[in-house]
């Protein structure tokens, strides 16, 4: 959870009290929390990569062409662990290391597509296209998602929605790109990253973590220079994104870490470039979700995770992430 964010809680009086309090509780294998319908999406709905309505397009786009990595395998485990099928799909992976206090997901994007679904409330000022309010559009395919970034009023990064510029940009922030055809990039915004034609969304948040394969959070950084934490505690929940040499993408999600942790976490597993997400007791997510028929069952990835499933049935009052099978 970002600077400032406390002032905002967004779950009556409980939430408050969870706020300050954290979560405990060791991860365990995730469990089943709630089944919806999953409704074929309407065909008046706009599918995810679609364009947007009288949008103005950021200057001086570059015309750099995205394309989805070739297939591989996961990457080399973290040590004293091992990758776990999903059943999902077999294009997810899952890990549990230091002690249950980490999980990692490991996602093919040869096999997955991605798709940004912007929050009710942030990021601020957010646009929203026809589909963003139609969750059928998303549910019915879903096989995870997980947490977007910090609100825009902290001050850490930009963000661009379909042909809108929210939040100026910033070179040399850690950001992730999301084209129209659903291939999501993590790298740094005006080195690696640039917009293109294709691209529908650029959420940026904080420098990154980890940087051509270096983890850049010192023990010595400031408890501001990751985020302001709840009682400016080093070690709190904690999410991040990376992105391995091949393309693949690994998200993490922490119990009670620091940021050294959680760089030295996703370089143990190859990552080459890593962006900060989201912070504090609540915020940080992740999910995975499985279909019967018409339902769409959900899961946490870690027992620790405050929020259940369910609140990605949905457009959540905050910026989030949908996974689903690319084909």
Known sequence: MPPLRRTAPILSVVVGTLLLSGCGGAPSTPTAVSTVPARTPTSGSR????SATSAAVPTSPTTRATSTPSSSPPPTPPSGAAWHVVAQSDGLRRATTD???????????????????????????SPAAPADSTPSTWTSRMVA????????????????????TVAALRAGLAAFTVTGDGVLHVGVWGADLHLTPTTTVVRENLPPIVLAGVVRARASDGV?????????RTAVNRSALGLLPDGGLVFLAGRDVTPVEVGDALVGVGVREAMMLDMNALWPTGYLYSHSGSHVTGSKIASWIARPPTIYYSRFTKDFVVVAPRT
């Open 145 to 164: 998602a997980f947490d977007g970034g910090f609100k825009l009023s902290d001050h850490v990064g930009g963000y661009y929605y379909r042909g809108r």
């Open 47 to 50: 599918p995810a990569g679609s």
């Open 224 to 232: 501001s220079r990751w985020g302001v934490t709840i009682g400016k």
């Open 99 to 125: 002690h249950g206090r980490i999980t990692l997901l490991w996602l093919d994007p040869t096999r997955l597509r991605f798709r940004f679904v912007p929050g009710t409330r942030w990021p601020e000022g």
